[in-house]
């Protein structure tokens, strides 16, 4: 039996709210301005002047729209084009490369939720009467959570595989761990996987605040988000998406492209505890690291970076360094870890893509980017965050970690690739 054909990111397309489409097309490197402004610390955190009762915390949020306020037309679709721009033409891809082989190229792109606008928008119609007109209908398709998927194979002629993974908050990272298996079983050679989110949508933040999702934060935007803090409360809404160009190593070199890393291996899986809340016996997420390791070859001892789920949430944190401590052992303690919600906010569905693209760049260019506001560490949450300013360090492999809602587990494995994309030499530096 041959062995599984290595799979590799050779394109990535990144918006945060670092990045503002409101502003044109602008696709010039989106994915590096969101990556300098995490490496220099800042945060893209701003408060929204939304209506709210007079003993409400304030709302804020992470918007890639400029004002946030994108309330009459359905803005997901604006973030997949401009992703998978920005990801094909990183990997050095046109539409004429891509046709001869359309029918081995996939899409995974989950939305977790489909298009909030659209949704809204059909429903305040519906209210008034006006069922039959070509809008409806047209709103109607866009609400689907298989929109993207269908959108982005649509627009590239794309006859491969298309699926649109739904596992809430942990989807990005879902749709990159099915991606890397369709290449791996040889149903395809290339695949546009990730995840893209626009909910900052009235109904949804006033969901998440009944939750006591939100953070109660009354003082600067920027310190709003406050990963592992004592003084955490709460994550802050994002928009933005990541879109990763996976393929096969061998036709990735052959056409004289160096990868940003290769997707080692990854795991799923489901804590089957409660709608919300997780289960509070870390051992369960443990499990789906551990299984992520071994699907990848990787020993524990040989992960230099994670990059975590960190909400900042109260409960949520602490399990997360419980099993990573329960995963890693000692060598926990020579991990560096970063939370990067503390910059971009929660991108929901789009966390895990976003995160994951990021973490890439981690591994790219030898530096952990800071969890911001991690001012007064909480004794529960022990691990090295980072904690302000990011630091230069080789990465070999790294960690990502994704939690949904629901119980939702994922957890995937990337390893540096022969050759530095970053410095174009054909050796990998060990700086």
Same mark, same amino acid.
């Given at each position: 039996?041959?062995?599984?054909?290595?799979?590799?990111?050779? *394109?990535?397309?990144?918006?945060? *709210?670092?990045?503002?489409?409101?502003?044109?097309?602008?696709? /010039? &490197? /989106?994915?590096?301005?969101?990556?300098?402004? =995490?490496? #220099?610390?800042?945060?893209?955190?701003?408060?929204?002047?939304?209506?709210?009762?007079?003993?409400?915390?304030?709302?804020?949020?992470?918007?890639?729209?400029?004002?946030?306020?994108? %309330?009459?037309?359905?803005?997901?679709?604006? =973030?997949?084009?401009?992703?998978?721009?920005?990801?094909?033409?990183?990997?050095?891809?046109?539409?004429?490369?891509?046709?001869?082989?359309?029918?081995?190229?996939?899409?995974?792109?989950? $939305?977790?939720?489909?298009?909030?606008?659209?949704?809204?928008?059909?429903?305040?119609?519906?209210?008034?009467?006006?069922?039959?007109?070509?809008?409806?209908?047209?709103?109607?398709?866009?609400?689907?959570?298989?929109?993207? #998927?269908?959108?982005?194979?649509?627009?590239?002629?794309? /006859?491969?595989?298309?699926?649109?993974?739904?596992? !809430?908050?942990?989807?990005?990272?879902?749709?990159?761990?099915?991606?890397?298996?369709?290449?791996? /079983?040889?149903?395809?050679?290339?695949?546009?996987?990730?995840?893209?989110?626009?909910?900052?949508?009235?109904?949804?933040? +006033?969901?998440?605040?009944?939750?006591?999702?939100?953070?109660?934060?009354?003082?600067?935007?920027?310190?709003?988000?406050?990963?592992?803090?004592?003084?955490?409360?709460?994550?802050?809404?994002?928009?933005?998406?990541?879109?990763?160009?996976?393929?096969?190593?061998? $036709?990735?070199?052959?056409?004289?492209? =160096?990868?940003?890393?290769?997707?080692?291996?990854?795991?799923?899986?489901?804590?089957?505890? &409660?709608?919300?809340?997780?289960?509070?016996?870390?051992?369960?997420?443990?499990?789906?690291?551990?299984?992520?390791?071994?699907?990848? *070859?990787?020993?524990?001892?040989?992960?230099?970076?994670?990059?975590? &789920?960190?909400?900042?949430?109260?409960?949520?944190?602490?399990?997360?360094? %419980?099993? $990573?401590?329960?995963?890693?052992?000692?060598? +926990?303690?020579?991990?560096?870890?970063?939370?990067?919600?503390?910059?971009?906010?929660?991108?929901?569905?789009?966390?895990?893509? +976003?995160?994951? #693209?990021?973490?890439? @760049?981690?591994?790219?260019?030898?530096?952990?980017?800071?969890?911001?506001?991690?001012?007064?560490?909480?004794?529960?949450?022990?691990?090295?965050?980072?904690? &302000?300013?990011?630091?230069?360090?080789?990465?070999?492999? #790294?960690?990502? =970690?994704?939690?949904?809602?629901?119980?939702? @587990?994922? !957890?995937?494995?990337?390893?540096?690739?022969?050759?530095?994309?970053?410095?174009?030499?054909?050796?990998?530096?060990? +700086?």
């Amino acid at each position: 039996m041959e062995p599984s054909p290595a799979v590799v990111v050779t *394109g990535i397309g990144l918006i945060t *709210g670092f990045n503002d489409l409101d502003r044109g097309p602008g696709t /010039r &490197h /989106r994915r590096e301005v969101t990556w300098e402004a =995490l490496k #220099a610390g800042r945060s893209a955190v701003r408060s929204l002047d939304w209506p709210r009762s007079r003993d409400e915390p304030r709302y804020f949020g992470c918007s890639a729209f400029g004002s946030g306020d994108s %309330q009459h037309r359905e803005v997901i679709h604006d =973030l997949i084009a401009a992703l998978a721009d920005e990801a094909f033409e990183d990997a050095g891809l046109g539409s004429q490369e891509i046709e001869p082989a359309s029918d081995r190229t996939a899409v995974l792109l989950g $939305l977790s939720k489909g298009g909030v606008r659209s949704s809204r928008l059909l429903a305040e119609r519906l209210a008034v009467g006006s069922p039959d007109d070509e809008r409806t209908a047209q709103d109607w398709l866009a609400s689907w959570p298989s929109s993207g #998927a269908m959108l982005l194979a649509r627009r590239r002629g794309l /006859r491969g595989p298309c699926l649109a993974p739904i596992a !809430a908050c942990a989807t990005g990272l879902v749709a990159v761990i099915q991606g890397a298996d369709l290449i791996r /079983r040889g149903v395809c050679d290339r695949v546009i996987a990730g995840s893209a989110d626009a909910s900052l949508e009235p109904l949804f933040l +006033a969901a998440f605040r009944k939750m006591k999702a939100l953070s109660r934060w009354e003082g600067d935007p920027q310190g709003a988000v406050r990963p592992w803090d004592r003084g955490r409360s709460g994550f802050v809404v994002g928009e933005g998406g990541a879109l990763l160009v996976l393929e096969r190593e061998d $036709l990735a070199r052959e056409r004289g492209v =160096l990868p940003y890393a290769e997707v080692k291996g990854g795991a799923l899986g489901a804590d089957a505890y &409660h709608e919300t809340d997780l289960n509070p016996d870390p051992r369960g997420f443990a499990d789906v690291i551990t299984r992520s390791l071994t699907d990848s *070859g990787v020993d524990p001892s040989a992960i230099d970076h994670v990059n975590v &789920h960190g909400t900042a949430t109260r409960s949520n944190d602490p399990l997360e360094c %419980q099993a $990573l401590r329960l995963v890693l052992g000692e060598h +926990a303690e020579a991990v560096s870890c970063s939370a990067s919600k503390s910059q971009i906010g929660h991108l929901l569905g789009a966390a895990g893509a +976003a995160e994951l #693209a990021i973490t890439c @760049l981690s591994i790219r260019d030898g530096f952990v980017p800071p969890t911001l506001n991690l001012d007064d560490p909480d004794p529960a949450c022990d691990l090295d965050g980072t904690p &302000h300013v990011g630091r230069s360090r080789s990465i070999r492999n #790294a960690l990502k =970690l994704s939690i949904g809602f629901g119980g939702h @587990l994922a !957890a995937v494995v990337l390893a540096r690739p022969e050759g530095d994309r970053r410095l174009g030499v054909g050796m990998t530096s060990d +700086a």
